[in-house]
């Protein structure tokens, strides 16, 4: 018969940094760029969490930390003209809804601030019903409603990303070849680093308010920095030229990541 010593060390063994892969995963992401992805490239992957899970836990972790913090919410609200070409402008949903007329009911304010709303597109018949009620529901609760829709989408939208990014990254290292999965493999571990870079330097933030700043300027130099480093890790070319392709890897990211961003967006409102 096992005692009661037994099993409570069998259950909190994974959080004992001795017998865990956690704590040396964890570890080895936040400080050593490159190192996992080098790692489990030679086989050695017994001491480590599997990229993909430790992927998902921290995506997971990162967008509930966000949903949590984050209440402000901004709209792209599209008017299209009869005349001309559309016109578009960035509001807060509090700003477009604090300010209702006199004797004007919510939903009477929310009829008025959407009157604009048009779309002339592909499909009108089933989109401009879509975006019209979309934006009453939208203006209703202040953006609630997008901004938990847009935060349940936006994981499996960047899990989808990454495999483009990938694309973009063999034709950068098309010479000397390299296999698709170490292209995808890198970016796993570099987006499951920022997801935690991100949360601890936001723990450390609220832990020590007087240092936020400094806390976020160091994110800011270390996150591209990491990226870097990685790259050399993994690939092994200098830096000019690894800093080159960090550069054109960052302008396909930006252009790319907006795309879906603004994709993720347009659907979250879409299905609300």
Same mark, same amino acid.
């Given at each position: ?5 037994? +099993? ?34 030679? *086989? !050695? ?16 972790? @990162? @967008? ?10 901004? &709209?792209?609200? &599209? ?6 070409? $559309? ?21 009477? /304010? ?6 604009? &709303? ?6 009108? =018949?089933?989109?401009?019903?879509? %975006? ?7 203006? %209703? ?10 935060? /349940? ?12 990014? %990938? ?10 070849? /390299?296999?698709?999965? =170490? /292209? ?26 007087? $240092? ?5 300027? $160091? ?9 870097? !480093? ?7 070319? *200098? ?7 960090? &550069?054109?890897?960052?302008? +396909? ?20």
């Amino acid at each position: 018969m096992h005692s009661l010593w037994h +099993f409570t060390q069998a259950a909190t063994e994974d959080l004992t940094p001795a017998d865990s892969r956690v704590w040396r995963t964890l570890a080895a992401l936040l400080f050593k760029p490159g190192r996992l992805t080098r790692e489990f490239l030679r *086989g !050695r992957r017994a001491s480590y969490l599997p990229p993909v899970r430790l992927y998902l836990v921290l995506s997971v972790a @990162f @967008f509930l930390w966000a949903s949590a913090t984050q209440s402000r919410i901004e &709209v792209l609200q &599209v008017r299209m003209p009869d005349k001309g070409g $559309a016109t578009a402008k960035v509001v807060t949903l509090a700003d477009a809804t604090k300010t209702p007329l006199p004797g004007e009911s919510s939903e009477q /304010h929310a009829a008025h601030t959407c009157e604009g &709303v048009n779309y002339d597109g592909p499909w009108r =018949e089933r989109l401009q019903p879509a %975006a019209h009620r979309a934006c009453l529901r939208i203006v %209703a609760d202040q953006g609630r409603s997008l901004r938990d829709s847009f935060l /349940h989408n936006v994981p499996r939208a960047m899990f989808a990303f990454l495999p483009l990014l %990938a694309g973009a990254m063999m034709l950068m290292y098309w010479r000397p070849r /390299h296999y698709y999965v =170490e /292209h995808l493999l890198l970016l796993v571990h570099a987006h499951a680093f920022v997801f935690l870079a991100l949360m601890v330097g936001w723990a450390l933030a609220k832990a020590l308010p007087f $240092a936020s700043g400094w806390i976020t300027f $160091a994110l800011t130099l270390y996150i591209p920095w990491y990226m870097f !480093r990685s790259m050399r890790v993994v690939y092994g070319q *200098g830096r000019w030229l690894t800093g080159t392709k960090l &550069v054109a890897l960052s302008f +396909f990211y930006l252009v790319s990541g907006a795309v879906m961003l603004g994709l993720t967006t347009v659907y979250s409102a879409l299905t609300l």
